[in-house]
Nanobody, 127 residues
Framework: VQLQASGGGLVQAGGSLRLSCAAS????????IGWFRQAPGKEREWVSF????????YYADSVKGRLTISRDTAKNAVYLQMNSLKPEDTALYFC?????????????????????WGQGTLVTVSS
């Protein structure tokens, strides 16, 4: 299993970026994908999740209405469209895969529930 995140860069506040997560070794029908971010000196925090079975989407309150997660099963890729970016969105963004079932709701918010991680892509938002 491999995950390759890309699409990060430098953007001004209010701008947009689209992150991509290319998955291999499994299909998106068998693995939910989460996006996390980690700013310097801070813990890794959950941003968004798309489920494997029905592509249901979930967002952290801090990004709701500005970020949109989606997937392309033909390409086995997940995307994170980021609009109205703010300086506080600056972080290293990771995609991660959770294979198999989990037994409690909101499990997707937790780093420990993910089996595989990509290498991260840096997003820098200037003010």
């Amino acid at each position: 299993v491999q995950l390759q995140a890309s699409g990060g860069g430098l953007v001004q506040a209010g701008g947009s970026l689209r992150l991509s997560c290319a998955a291999s070794g499994f299909t998106l029908y068998h693995g939910g994908i989460g996006w996390f971010r980690q700013a310097p000196g801070k813990e890794r925090e959950w941003v968004s999740f798309i489920s494997s079975s029905d592509a249901r989407t979930y967002y952290a309150d801090s990004v709701k209405g500005r970020l949109t997660i989606s997937r392309d099963t033909a390409k086995n890729a997940v995307y994170l469209q980021m609009n109205s970016l703010k300086p506080e969105d600056t972080a290293l963004y990771f995609c991660a895969a959770a294979l198999g079932a989990r037994k409690y709701s909101t499990w997707y918010r937790y780093v420990r529930e993910y089996d595989h991680w990509g290498q991260g892509t840096l997003v820098t938002v200037s003010s």
